[in-house]
């Protein structure tokens, strides 16, 4: 019997069986499949799907996630191809949609992760191990909102590139785990999603009390360190773990443990 399904941008997919071959463009839905318990039906992957570690020499490496070689994919003969809005361009989307089925998720959210999560539950018949880790999210954030609760709030700035600084912006999940924290993203209401900034003008566009240096997409050092100190006048420089802001799905449950340890750090 066809099924329909509709993923978070609106899409429409009719399926007639279960997909059982899958290729995952986005590292945090990779870790995501595994652990909903789908190893065996994901045929190929990104070189920055590192998780779980033995991934790279069990599966396809199918290039990254904006340059993808799409003659790869095609010889794994995919039933469903799974996407992100934020990390695979619409170009590679219509692209991928020559080969087979291109499901498309979009999250700002825990509520967009955990949809994420519950549809991917639908869609390949792993409804009980899907609503295991929406209990375990839906728990753990509630564990964390009354850990926060009496923490007081921290202007931050979360840096993500160097030589052009880039942070991150409004309408990004970083951003949403910031507010989460009760961190005020001071370049929350700057245009675009990742700005690009000057130092020097750090301290007057909200003069942070937390600077924040991810450990992806660009590995900071501590010469950045020094180099953004020299523009803020008290601020605390800590260096973050990229992964548990920015990667969606399963994560998320090892994330709020992980926030925890900054928040004892930062007192």
């Known amino acids: 019997m066809k099924q329909k399904f509709?993923?978070?941008?609106?899409?429409?997919?009719?399926?007639?069986?279960?997909?059982?071959?899958?290729?995952?463009?986005?590292?945090?839905?990779?870790?995501?499949?595994?652990?909903?318990?789908?190893?065996?039906?994901?045929?190929?992957?990104?070189?920055?799907?590192?998780?779980?570690?033995?991934?790279?020499?069990?599966?396809?490496?199918?290039?990254?996630?904006?340059?993808?070689?799409?003659?790869?994919?095609?010889?794994?003969?995919?039933?469903?191809?799974?996407?992100?809005?934020?990390?695979?361009?619409?170009?590679?989307?219509?692209?991928?949609?020559?080969?087979?089925?291109?499901?498309?998720?979009?999250?700002?959210?825990?509520?967009?992760?955990?949809?994420?999560?519950?549809?991917?539950?639908?869609?390949?018949?792993?409804?009980?191990?899907?609503?295991?880790?929406?209990?375990?999210?839906?728990?753990?954030?509630?564990?964390f909102q009354n850990f926060i609760k009496d923490k007081k709030e921290n202007k931050a700035a979360y840096f993500i590139w160097a030589n052009p600084f880039m942070v991150a912006g409004n309408q990004t999940f970083i951003n949403e785990l910031l507010k989460l924290n009760k961190f005020t993203n001071i370049y929350e209401t700057k245009e675009g999603r990742y700005p690009e900034i000057e130092l020097k003008k750090i301290r007057l566009e909200g003069d942070p009390d937390l600077v924040l240096l991810s450990s992806e997409p660009y590995p900071f050092k501590d010469e950045h360190a020094f180099e953004i100190g020299r523009f803020t006048h008290h601020a605390k420089t800590i260096f973050v773990d990229g992964e548990m802001f920015s990667w969606y799905g399963s994560r998320l449950v090892k994330a709020f443990e992980y926030f925890k340890a900054i928040h004892h750090k930062i007192a």
């Open 6 to 143: 509709i993923d978070q941008i609106g899409n429409q997919h009719t399926f007639d069986t279960v997909p059982k071959r899958i290729v995952s463009l986005v590292p945090s839905q990779t870790e995501l499949l595994f652990d909903l318990g789908l190893e065996d039906a994901i045929v190929g992957i990104t070189k920055f799907c590192v998780h779980p570690f033995h991934f790279k020499s069990t599966k396809t490496i199918v290039g990254g996630t904006k340059n993808v070689k799409f003659d790869k994919i095609k010889e794994l003969q995919p039933d469903i191809i799974i996407c992100n809005k934020e990390e695979n361009t619409k170009e590679i989307v219509s692209a991928l949609q020559q080969i087979c089925p291109v499901w498309v998720t979009d999250i700002y959210t825990v509520e967009d992760n955990n949809k994420m999560i519950h549809d991917f539950g639908e869609l390949f018949n792993k409804r009980t191990n899907a609503r295991k880790w929406i209990d375990k999210i839906n728990f753990g954030l509630q564990d």
